[in-house]
C-alpha cells in the first residue's frame, strides 16, 4: 500500500518538472529571440503576408489580437491571428511564429490529413476534458471506482488528441521554415536560430503526451489499488 502511494507522488512530481521545465524552455527560447531583430526587418505581419500570398492565400487574412504567444490560425475563419509582439516585431520569434502559423495554412489549403482530423474532433476533445475531469474529481473524493474508469477513458481520448497534434505542430514548422528559407526572409544562421525555438515549441506538445500519460498511468494505479 505504502509503495503505491509513494509511486503515485513520484509520478505526480515526474509530471509537475515535465511541465515546469518544458514552459521554461520555451520561454527562454521565445525570450533570448525575441531580443535578436532581423536583418531584413520584416515583421510577423509582413512575413504571414508575403508566405500567404506566395501559396495562393490571399483570402486569408493576417489581424493582431491581445495576449502573449496567442498565436494561432482559424481554419473556419481562415484567419491566421497573431499577437501583438509577434504582429509588430521583426524578432527571430516573431518571423518564426508568423512563418509557423502560415504553415497551418498551408496544411489547411494542401487537406493536411492530421490537421483536418484534429479539427473534426476538437468538440468531442473539449466535452472529454471537462468531463473527464468531473468524473475524476468526483471518483477520487467519493472513492468511486467506476467514475475513475470514466475519467481514464476520457484521459485516453485527450491523450489521442494531443498525439494527433505532434505530426501537425512538427508540420507545420517545417513547411514554415521552408518558406522562410525559400523567399529569402532568414538568412542561414537566423534560419538556425528559427528551427531553435520553433523545436523548443514542438517540445511542449511532446511533454503534454508525456504529463497526459503519466497522469493516466497514476490513474490506473489509484483504480488497482482501490479494487484490492
Known amino acids: 500500500m505504502y509503495y503505491?502511494?509513494?509511486?503515485?507522488?513520484?509520478?505526480?512530481?515526474?509530471?509537475?518538472?515535465?511541465?515546469?521545465?518544458?514552459?521554461?524552455?520555451i520561454n527562454s527560447k521565445y525570450s533570448h529571440n525575441r531580443k535578436i531583430l532581423t536583418k531584413k526587418g520584416y515583421s510577423g505581419r509582413d512575413v504571414a503576408r508575403k508566405i500567404l500570398d506566395k501559396n495562393g492565400l490571399g483570402s486569408v487574412s493576417v489581424v493582431e489580437v491581445s495576449g502573449m504567444l496567442s498565436d494561432h490560425y482559424d481554419p473556419r475563419g481562415k484567419v491566421v491571428r497573431l499577437s501583438s509582439d509577434i504582429y509588430n516585431n521583426s524578432s527571430i520569434a516573431s518571423v518564426s511564429v508568423a512563418a509557423h502559423e502560415c504553415g497551418h495554412a498551408i496544411q489547411d489549403k494542401d487537406g493536411y490529413f492530421f490537421l483536418r482530423f484534429r479539427s473534426s474532433i476538437i468538440p468531442f476533445v473539449n466535452i472529454a476534458s471537462s468531463a473527464g475531469y468531473i468524473a475524476i474529481?468526483?471518483?477520487?473524493f467519493a472513492g468511486a471506482l467506476n467514475f475513475i474508469r470514466i475519467g481514464?477513458?476520457?484521459?485516453?481520448?485527450?491523450?489521442?488528441?494531443?498525439?494527433?497534434?505532434l505530426p501537425v505542430e512538427f508540420n507545420a514548422s517545417r513547411r514554415g521554415l521552408a518558406q522562410l528559407e525559400d523567399l529569402g526572409i532568414l538568412n542561414k544562421d537566423e534560419l538556425s536560430k528559427s528551427r531553435g525555438m520553433?523545436?523548443?515549441?514542438?517540445?511542449?506538445y511532446v511533454a503534454a503526451v508525456a504529463t497526459s500519460l503519466l497522469e493516466i498511468i497514476?490513474?490506473?494505479?489509484?483504480?488497482?489499488?482501490?479494487?484490492?
Open 218 to 228: 497514476r490513474l490506473i494505479l489509484i483504480a488497482g489499488r482501490d479494487e484490492r
Open 198 to 204: 520553433l523545436i523548443a515549441a514542438a517540445l511542449t
Open 152 to 165: 481514464i477513458f476520457f484521459e485516453l481520448i485527450i491523450l489521442f488528441f494531443q498525439i494527433i497534434t
Open 4 to 25: 503505491s502511494y509513494g509511486f503515485d507522488w513520484f509520478l505526480i512530481i515526474i509530471t509537475f518538472i515535465i511541465t515546469l521545465g518544458s514552459q521554461f524552455y
Open 137 to 140: 474529481v468526483i471518483g477520487l
